[in-house]
């Protein structure tokens, strides 16, 4: 079984085993009653959820004292990849984008991604080599095809993309 990561136990609350969450998920709405999830790959059942400024506080099923909950402090909530939402034709979960390779339509290999930058107005894939890093904008103009089952992505590098990242970089 792959695990996919939907957050991070940041803290206890209240003495009755409740942990506080950084929701790392673009569907906060997996935290339900019912709902299951893993820690350390031990499944447990989601008991309540609430929402306070942006965090969600769950009770799960297998956490009942404050002293239980303390040990997950700093640990990863996690699904199991066959709980993905699927997402329509063009969209990808971030999992799938890391780790592809890039190239160019002139075949030109320009690394890796090792992580995905999310912004208001689009997502920026950091490309990283051996000698830099580069800044791939995720948008129609720039990004030719993904292709996730075969581990690389195409690009068609707009006028002074490589130039203008390469510069920044010595």
Same mark, same amino acid.
């Given at each position: 079984?792959?695990?996919? +990561?939907?957050?991070?136990?940041?803290?206890?609350?209240?003495?009755?085993?409740?942990?506080?969450?950084? @929701?790392?998920?673009?569907?906060?709405?997996?935290?339900?009653?019912?709902?299951?999830?893993?820690?350390?790959?031990?499944?447990?059942?989601? %008991?309540?959820?609430?929402?306070?400024?942006?965090?969600?506080?769950?009770?799960?099923?297998?956490?009942?004292?404050?002293?239980?909950?303390?040990?997950? @402090?700093?640990?990863?909530? %996690?699904?199991?990849?066959?709980?993905?939402?699927?997402?329509?034709?063009? %969209?990808?979960?971030?999992?799938?984008?890391?780790?592809?390779?890039?190239? +160019? +339509?002139?075949?030109?290999?320009?690394?890796?991604?090792?992580? @995905?930058?999310? +912004?208001?107005?689009?997502?920026?894939?950091?490309?990283?080599?051996?000698?830099? %890093?580069?800044?791939?904008?995720?948008?129609?103009? @720039?990004?030719?095809?993904?292709?996730?089952?075969?581990?690389?992505?195409?690009?068609?590098?707009?006028?002074?993309?490589?130039?203008?990242?390469?510069?920044?970089?010595?």
């Amino acid at each position: 079984m792959d695990y996919i +990561t939907i957050g991070r136990i940041i803290a206890t609350q209240g003495v009755k085993g409740k942990l506080k969450l950084e @929701v790392t998920t673009d569907f906060p709405q997996r935290f339900k009653p019912s709902g299951r999830v893993y820690i350390d790959r031990q499944a447990a059942d989601i %008991e309540s959820v609430e929402w306070h400024k942006g965090t969600a506080i769950i009770k799960l099923d297998t956490i009942n004292s404050l002293e239980e909950a303390k040990k997950t @402090v700093g640990k990863m909530i %996690e699904i199991d990849e066959s709980q993905l939402w699927p997402l329509s034709e063009g %969209e990808y979960y971030q999992f799938q984008i890391i780790g592809l390779e890039v190239w +160019t +339509t002139n075949g030109e290999l320009l690394g890796k991604v090792s992580q @995905v930058l999310n +912004t208001p107005s689009n997502d920026n894939y950091v490309v990283s080599s051996a000698n830099e %890093e580069i800044l791939i904008p995720a948008i129609e103009d @720039v990004i030719v095809s993904i292709e996730p089952e075969k581990g690389y992505m195409t690009i068609e590098p707009i006028e002074g993309l490589l130039n203008l990242n390469r510069k920044a970089a010595k």
